[in-house]
Nanobody, 124 residues
Framework: QVQLVESGGGLVQAGGSLRLSCAASGRTFSTMLMGWFRQAPGQEREFVAA????????YYGNSIKGRFTISRDNAKNTVYLQLDSLKPEDTAVYYCAVRRGFGPYDMSTSYGYWGQGTQVTVSS
């Protein structure tokens, strides 16, 4: 069983930055691929970024590539998402998740544990 708690969301103006954190429970954190997804009202959940267990491999969705950075600190059981150059269309609830098995990292169905989400709102 893994529990995930996101934090760091908020209201920011376009062009601003936020840093999201996701704290995980469980002793197997360092063995797990972690992902971030987001969901805007009325839209499907969208892949944002993922990071391999050791942090060597990073994956990004096309809509955010070059603006967001994923990282992790296995000693702290925490994964981060740095959001820079934010746009109003980045407004969404952001979720972190743990992949179960070896399904595609960019599909939400590959992930078995989810946090409660943190709201990011970008004003124009």
């Amino acid at each position: 069983q893994v529990q995930l708690v996101e934090s760091g969301g908020g209201l920011v103006q376009a062009g601003g930055s936020l840093r999201l954190s996701c704290a995980a429970s469980g002793r197997t954190f360092s063995t797990m691929l972690m992902g971030w997804f987001r969901q805007a009202p009325g839209q499907e959940r969208e892949f944002v970024a993922a990071i391999s267990s050791g942090g060597a491999n990073l994956y990004y969705g096309n809509s955010i590539k070059g603006r967001f950075t994923i990282s992790r600190d296995n000693a702290k059981n925490t994964v981060y998402l740095q959001l820079d150059s934010l746009k109003p269309e980045d407004t969404a609830v952001y979720y972190c998740a743990v992949r179960r098995g070896f399904g595609p990292y960019d599909m939400s169905t590959s992930y078995g544990y989810w946090g409660q989400g943190t709201q990011v709102t970008v004003s124009s």
